[in-house]
């Protein structure tokens, strides 16, 4: 019996769908292997994150109300603890330790009086008169003292926002003064990577304005309660996240590492 052209056809395209179809095992096997191939190198790749350079700051602040009569300081400078960073007019304060102190004269002579004169409460009022009139002295002592701004911490100058001419009010800032002999970058750990990172663990940061080098440091401090992500983050998936605040305190040999640097953290011995 003759054949036809659909039985000659039919053998040849049996082996055309058995071809394609290994062909598609043989794609899906090699995805499935690059995947695992490429899971397996990242799983041996050191954790990193990013952050930002900071050091422990503290704003010299004036305590009393006054004009500004000279700033002693410079951005960039290294100063000791004590360092006098401005001299306020203290003519006023001056003129208010003078008068406290006749206040005390007064009030002393007071008490002179009752005692030889007075009755007992007489005596009792002057003898209160008296200690107020010591409390004011004292306080306007104190006040005086304030005309001059010393830096309580040792460190660099890191800002002057003084200016010679100006008048202070208390609590307006004078300077900020960091300690810069080691700072700290602040990194956020996935919650699904904590347990890579423990407490005194090495970590290594770069800089973008020292190409190469790496600084060392460790981990000072890892976060007790999770957070979301920070908004300052760059992507929306990365702010939902679930992440820990973690702490790399570094040596800064010849402080060379400024507040704001952005710095990427690995963390060698902890693979993720």
């Known amino acids: 019996m003759p054949r036809s ?48 350079v900071e050091a422990d700051e503290v704003n010299v602040s004036a305590q009393t109300a006054a004009r500004i009569l000279a700033v002693g ?13 401005a001299r306020l007019d203290n003519r006023l304060l001056v003129d208010q330790v003078r008068q406290a102190k006749a206040g005390i004269s007064a009030a002393s002579a007071a008490v002179r009086r009752t005692e030889d004169a007075g009755t007992r409460a007489d005596v009792a009022a002057a003898a209160a008169q008296l200690r107020q009139a010591k409390l004011t002295y004292e306080m ?15 460190g660099t100058v890191l800002s002057v926002p003084a200016t010679a001419g100006e008048n202070a009010t208390p609590g307006s800032t004078l300077a900020v003064v960091g300690d810069l002999a080691t700072v700290q970058v602040r990194v ?30 460790k981990i000072t401090q890892i976060a007790s309660e999770a957070e979301f992500t920070p908004a ?32 990427d953290v690995t963390f060698p011995e902890a693979a993720g």
């Open 188 to 217: 956020f750990i996935p919650e699904a990577q904590l347990g890579l990172v423990k407490l005194g663990q090495r970590a290594n940061a770069e800089v973008d304005s020292f190409p190469g080098e790496t600084f060392a440091g």
């Open 232 to 263: 300052n983050v760059e992507t929306k998936e990365q702010r939902v996240k679930q992440v820990f605040q973690v702490t790399v305190t570094l040596a800064n040999p010849g402080m060379r590492l400024k507040p704001g640097m952005p710095a």
């Open 140 to 154: 306007t002592l104190v006040q005086l003292g304030y005309a001059l701004v010393r830096s309580p911490i040792p």
């Open 5 to 52: 052209i659909h039985d000659e056809e039919a053998p040849d395209m049996r082996k055309r769908i058995g071809i394609v179809v290994l062909l598609a095992v043989l794609a899906a096997a090699g995805g499935i292997g690059y995947y695992a191939y490429q899971q397996s190198v990242a799983s041996r790749q050191p954790l990193s994150a990013s952050g930002t």
């Open 73 to 85: 300081v410079s951005e960039g400078e290294t100063i000791k603890k004590g360092r006098v960073i």
